[in-house]
Every structure is written in C-alpha cells, then in structure tokens.
C-alpha cells in the first residue's frame, strides 16, 4: 500500500532529527526547534531553511498529537511532502564537495621557486591558487588575491618590482603572510554544507584544500576556493 503524504512526511521529519541530533551530538531531551536553531550556525543548510524546519516541527506535532489510529488533523500538501523529503536527503546524505565542486586538478609548486616564475604559472594556467610545499609538506597556498596586495605594497614602496620578484621566492612571500586564516584542509568526506559554513563562518577564508585526510603531507586531491560559493549554493538548491 502506497505510503499517505502524512506518513512520508514523518519518515523524512524523524530522518532530519535522527541526523541532526547524530551529526551534532545533541540531546535526546532537547526539542526539535532548539535543534533546529542551534543547527542554524553549523549547517549552511538548515541555517538557509530555518523557518521551513521550525513549521514543519509544528507540523508534526500536529499530525502526532492531535489526531489518532482513525484519522490524521493535518494531511500534508504534496509540494510540502516533496520539500521536508529533499531536505531531509540534503541533511542526512549531503553531496560531497571534492564530487561536486571545485577544481580536481590541483598544481602545486615548490618554495623555492621565484615569485616571478609563479606569476608566469599563474597567468599560462589560469590557477589562482598554488599549494606550497616544503619537502613535501605543505606551508601554503599562494594566492593571487593576497599575492596582488604584496605587489602593491611594494610598489607603494617604491621598490623595483622585477628585481623583486625574480630575487624573492614564494616561500618567503607565505612567510610574511603570517596566521590570517585564509586558507584550511579538510579531508575527502566534507560535504557542500560543510565548505559552505566554513566560508559563511570566516570571511578571511579563501580556500579549502581537500587532501585524503586533510593532512598537510597528503596529496592535494581537490581545491575549492570562495568563488565556487554561488555554485555551491546552486547544488544544494536543486539537489
């Protein structure tokens, strides 16, 4: 027999507190709308349907309290059954950045190499980003952004800007850089929702390294930089 909307609707409402409540280790005894709004500043997702979680909660209450084995007071319209069960697939099961988006092939450079040379790689290739490594660690990511904001320092400076950039490495530009927090790894199981807060959270935030273990020894398998943002948002609005 086929499921009624009211039924579908509770399998997705107990699926979205089942894995909030997993994912955020809250407390049984906590109810669902304080869930919902503590869940607002660590996923993108409920923090963009907020309102639509906090009614559809009212709206299992009314389903589960107000009627009985005979009938049920609220029968769920269809587009509301379809809405609460996206959002429940989005939460439970939300895709995979490194498969969705973002740059898979990912250059990276040596310390050592000039700054002038990195600019020359930047511009034939189109990538704003390049991890730095040390052997084979990694101390960096230049980024073209930041790497603009030095040149014009030093041209403020007055300083001879060919003379600089072919003396100076990329090891020493990520040194003067210091700890701004503009860039972060993380590991192959962060999700959409995930990158999405870790940008909404910190505006200095620029990119997302994806390595197997989100380690700064392991290879660079993907790259999300603050631009893939709109895509991102796209994704998750028709997932």
Do not use: C, W
Not at 40 to 62: M, P, Q, T
């Amino acid at each position: 027999m086929k499921n009624t909307n009211s039924e579908r609707f509770i399998t997705a409402y107990n699926q979205i507190d089942y894995a909030l409540r997993t994912i955020y280790d809250f407390k049984r005894s906590m109810s669902f709308s304080d869930v919902i709004r503590r869940s607002v500043v660590l996923n993108a997702v409920v923090r963009k349907y907020e309102e639509d979680l906090i009614d559809f909660g009212r709206l299992r209450n009314a389903i589960i309290h107000q009627g009985n084995n005979k009938f049920t007071i609220a029968e769920p319209h269809d587009d509301i059954v379809e809405k609460i069960e996206k959002l429940a697939e989005l939460i439970s099961e939300p895709p995979k950045a490194i498969d969705r988006v973002g740059k898979k092939e990912v250059i990276t450079i040596n310390e050592d190499m000039s700054i002038a040379s990195a600019m020359e790689l930047i511009f034939r290739t189109g990538y704003a980003n390049l991890p730095t490594y040390s052997n084979d660690k990694l101390i960096g990511i230049l980024n073209a952004r930041k790497l603009i904001n030095v040149l014009g320092q030093k041209i403020s400076e007055k300083v001879n800007l060919q003379e600089f950039v072919n003396n100076t490495t990329v090891g020493e530009i990520i040194a003067s850089m210091g700890d701004d927090y503009y860039f972060m790894l993380a590991d192959t199981d962060l999700t959409i929702d995930s990158a999405m807060n870790y940008f909404e959270s910190n505006r200095k935030l620029l990119i997302i390294l994806i390595t197997k273990n989100g380690k700064d020894t392991g290879k660079p398998l993907g790259i999300i930089s603050s631009a893939d943002i709109i895509d991102m948002k796209k994704i998750l609005d028709v997932y």
